[in-house]
């Protein structure tokens, strides 16, 4: 599985974007970019997931790096519902997604 | 969608007894997980099950752990003989085969959190 590599804490302002990295340099050709994020006493939520391209959902885009050695989860309006862990994971199978330790984000008024 | 549902929320036992806990996962899904987080880590990969098969399990299920999906609908998971070192929450994922192996998004529940005294 590939390792990934992402700051512990980040701190944002209400309503104003948040851009959560994560590194992936052993990254696979197959291997797809996965994000999920958790809030206190709940399972991990699905936010997107993507292999080469840019995606955009409802919840956030995803950035990924041309050699795709990492990427970056973009929330363009942070709310304080957003306050939560942020796992990225990169692996072949979503049967084998491995979560790290995460990026704990705090939203501020 | 009703969303993966698990059951108790909250397991408290002592040392050397036997827990089961039950998944019911979204009822379309056919592919679905155990995973297992301690405070602070996130989910650790336990095992995976397509239909009734389980398919892979980690080095982390000890030969105290089974975990079974008999109709390929819910699942359980028993741990024998829980240890202190079995405390943490039990997460049950479900996602669906429609759009492939690689790119399925996983749906978990809300977890049984497990206290062994």
């Known amino acids: 599985d590939a390792k990934t590599t992402q700051p512990n804490s980040m701190e944002s302002n209400e309503e104003e974007p948040v851009h959560l990295p994560c590194n992936h340099s052993?990254?696979?050709?197959?291997?797809?970019i996965h994000w999920y994020r958790q809030l206190p006493s709940q399972g991990p939520e699905y936010v997107i997931h993507g292999l080469t391209s840019n995606v955009n959902n409802r919840m956030a885009s995803l950035a990924i790096a041309e050699d795709r050695k990492s990427s970056t989860l973009i929330l363009h309006r942070a709310t304080l519902r957003d306050a939560a862990v942020y796992y990225c994971?990169?692996?072949?199978?979503?049967?084998?997604?491995?979560f790290g330790t995460g990026t704990r984000l705090q939203v501020t008024l | 969608d009703t969303g993966v549902s698990q059951d108790p929320r909250h397991k408290i036992t002592k040392r050397g007894q036997n827990v089961t806990f039950r998944c019911d996962p979204i009822s379309e899904h056919n592919r679905l997980y155990w995973y297992r987080q301690t405070l602070g880590q996130g989910p650790e990969f336990l095992t995976y099950?397509?239909?009734?098969?389980?398919?892979?399990k980690s080095r982390l299920l000890s030969d105290r752990f089974s975990a079974e999906r008999p109709k390929g609908s819910f699942s359980t998971l028993e741990i024998q003989r829980t240890e202190q070192g079995d405390s943490a929450m039990y997460l049950c994922?479900?996602?669906?085969?429609?759009?492939?192996?690689?790119?399925?998004?996983?749906?978990f529940g809300n977890g049984t959190r497990l206290t062994v005294t």
């Open positions: 994922a479900s996602s669906s085969a429609r759009t492939g192996p690689y790119n399925s998004p996983l749906h």
């Open positions: 099950f397509q239909n009734e098969a389980q398919l892979e």
């Open positions: 994971s990169s692996t072949g199978t979503a049967s084998k997604l491995t």
């Open positions: 052993t990254i696979s050709g197959t291997d797809y």
